[in-house]
């Protein structure tokens, strides 16, 4: 194919980037920016492939086939609980894929031919330093997304490590004084080792970064992991010196910044807070036992409900782990059925990532107009009868603007407590993810209901369904 | 004006378009939004489709194919992860 040709395919390519991800941050267009980035995604790999013209496709066919079915595969068998774990797992991948291809890059022209010469020579100097950038870049997405999807899981906590910022500073300069090695060596096995110690040396500087960082910050941080795989890609690029590659990689990674940014606004939280780790940094939060809960079961919960006017609903990541969704808008369908209002809160990180609920509710196909944000909803609680908690906590915790000490001071929340009456559904009082105590429980107008959240749901439900029907 | 240079440039103007290409996201989309962007980060399959171009099995080569099997699965598994997310917006309207 003419060359000039397949550089105006690749422009196409990158115009389809760009509009999809610009009308992806509109709801209203956000399927359609999708499936237009996926076309243009198609298109610079459908380029690529007759660029090539006459090689051997055996590798390539099959990497491109097992990629999709294993893809395939990871998202139809995903719940909707799962998708911020299948978004980190994704963007470890793609940081691993773009060191891999630096890494493949450095062992062509370092390590096979037989008249050795440094990486620098065969390479050029931009390219082999972009090119361990690169392999940094993209190992420290791995490890450290790897580690994200862990502790999304809660299958691994919050650490700490003494004295961050200097191990921190040690495996960075440790990462690349290896690369220097690695690329200013003719020796083919002195480089082998060092590019062996970049890797190992940006392994430890993911989990470093991420491991003091507190769960409930992970959007934050896979949000800048994703940043970084962008730029690891723009890295590769260079390296390549693959204009398409550049472009697209470092559109990513500036707008996952911004992306960042935004998150950290919608959390009241500055990035630098976040990376410090501010929940596992903070005070050690009280947690002195409970006073005076009151608890009781769904029937005398539905009879509080039955005759209320207005009840809002607050679900939480409880919910979305019970997979109570359906049983949540059984409760609000047959609270319709009595007259009553019944409106969705949602906090902007409910769950374990922004806008989790709305994927979750969105599931029980529950209605978009019943569905209110956390401003819209704030200002109206203090008029409300019934507020029902399903499985959140830190987003409704007063601490947040009572106590200036608390890990989540500032944050803001659903004033959830100024509603008349307060039912939490939840298995018991343990503390949410941030680990610090509710006082909302302990107050006079907070009800506990303890269970599963989906068992309480449904006993709730049927009990109004026999009160609609008297 | 170098090779070099012309990469810089590229590179300079393309921040300043992701920086500027968004600006207001309602909380709703922020992680379909980080998803799409991720599944876009895999354009380094691009790169790793010139890498895996001969038969034999040498390291290089090896790296290249896992290179491929990686970034599709970060592509093809990211933007479809994103179309579900945001097919059950639809539904609510």
């Known amino acids: ?470 | 004006m170098g090779e070099v240079l012309v990469s810089l440039y590229v590179f300079t103007l393309a921040a300043f378009l992701g920086f500027e290409l968004i600006n207001k996201v309602p909380p709703t989309l922020h992680t379909p939004l980080m998803s799409g962007a991720n599944a876009m980060s895999g354009i380094t399959i691009v790169g790793a489709l010139t890498l895996a171009t001969v038969a034999d099995a040498r390291v290089s080569v090896l790296l290249g194919a896992l290179a491929i099997v990686l970034a599709t699965i970060n592509v093809v598994g990211g933007f479809l992860v994103t179309d579900r997310m945001l097919a059950t917006f639809r539904t609510r309207r």
């Open chain 1, 1 to 470: 194919m003419n060359a000039d040709l397949t550089a105006l395919v690749a422009l196409v390519s990158i115009a389809l980037f760009v509009i999809g991800l610009k009308r992806l941050s509109r709801i209203r267009t956000a399927r359609g920016g999708n499936a237009l980035m996926a076309g243009g995604m198609l298109l610079a790999v459908l380029l690529t492939l007759v660029e090539q013209g006459r090689v051997d496709w055996r590798w390539i066919v099959g990497g491109l086939t097992v990629g999709s079915a294993i893809g395939v595969l990871v998202v139809v068998r995903a719940q909707a609980t799962q998708m911020p774990e299948i978004v980190a797992r994704f963007n470890g991948l793609g940081g691993a894929s773009s060191a891999l291809v630096a890494l493949s890059l450095f062992w062509a022209a370092v390590v096979e031919p037989e008249r050795a010469d440094t990486a620098v020579v065969a390479l050029g100097l931009l390219a082999a330093l972009t090119g361990v950038l690169g392999i940094v870049i993209g190992v420290t997405t791995l490890s450290g997304s790897i580690l994200a999807e862990l502790k999304l899981r809660g299958t691994v906590g919050d650490g700490r490590i003494p004295a961050r910022s200097l191990v921190m500073a040690a495996a960075l300069v440790t990462a690349l004084g290896a690369g220097w090695v690695a690329v200013a060596s003719a020796d083919a096995a002195t480089a082998t080792l060092g590019m062996a110690g970049v890797v190992v040396a940006s392994l430890v500087v993911g989990v470093v970064l991420v491991v003091p960082i507190g769960g409930a910050d992970m959007p934050v941080v896979i949000s800048l992991l994703n940043s970084f795989s962008g730029l690891a890609a723009a890295a590769a690029g260079f390296a390549l010196s693959n204009a398409l590659l550049i472009i697209a990689g470092t559109v990513v990674g500036a707008a996952g910044l911004i992306l960042t940014q935004i998150m950290c606004v919608a959390m009241n939280r500055s990035l630098l807070n976040v990376m410090i780790g501010g929940f596992a940094a903070g005070v050690e939060a009280d947690t002195s036992d409970y006073v005076s809960i009151t608890s009781s079961d769904a029937e005398e919960a539905a009879m509080v409900m039955e005759i209320a006017e207005t009840v809002v609903i607050v679900p939480g990541y409880g919910l979305a782990q019970a997979r109570a969704q359906t049983a949540a808008y059984d409760v609000a369908k047959a609270l319709q059925q009595l007259g009553v209002d019944v409106r969705f809160a949602i906090h902007p990180v409910a769950g374990r990532m922004p806008g989790h609920m709305n994927v979750v509710l969105a599931e029980a196909e529950v209605p978009y107009d019943l569905l209110y944000e956390m401003d819209r909803i704030n200002q109206d609680l203090p008029q409300t009868d019934v507020v029902i908690v399903v499985g959140a906590n830190d987003v409704v915790n007063p601490a947040a603007h009572t106590q200036p000490s608390s890990p989540i001071a500032g944050m803001p929340i659903l004033d959830v407590a100024s509603a008349r009456r307060v039912f939490v559904i939840k298995r018991s009082l343990s503390p949410g993810y941030a680990g610090i105590k509710n006082e909302l429980f302990d107050m006079a107008n907070t009800t506990m209901l303890f269970g599963d959240a989906k068992a309480v749901l449904d006993d709730l439900a049927v009990e109004l369904q026999k009160a609609a029907k008297r």
